[in-house]
């Protein structure tokens, strides 16, 4: 009993999956684009916020925090691998 209500289970999963990709290859097709919205952040926006905190600037701008964030950073010369967690390495040497 269990093996059949799998079986069915499987089939409606695969089906699902075919419409997401349907979906997805009909967006493209259209020229949608998928996902969230790009943040622009100008240095002229930057300078003008400047004397203002990240959560005040942020809100001014109308942009997430970790955008104006990155922006920042960016503008100060600070590379992308300083804005993230440190990677740490695993393997046994």
């Not at 093996?3 to 949608?32: C, N, Q, V, W």
């Not at 684009?33 to 790009?38: D, M, T």
């Not at 004397?51 to 964030?69: C, I, N, T, Y």
Request: aromatic share 6%; charged share 30%.
């Amino acid at each position: 009993m269990l093996g059949i209500l799998g079986s069915f289970a499987e089939f409606d999963r695969e089906r699902i999956r075919e419409r997401i990709h349907t979906g997805i290859a009909r967006a493209g097709r259209e020229g949608k684009r998928l996902g969230r919205r790009p943040h622009r952040v100008t240095d002229d926006d930057l300078t003008r916020t400047a004397h203002l905190s990240q959560h005040e600037a942020a809100k001014v701008l109308g942009v997430p925090r970790s955008v104006l964030q990155r922006a920042r950073a960016a503008r100060n010369g600070v590379g992308p691998e300083a804005t993230f967690a440190p990677i740490y390495c695993w393997s046994r040497t």
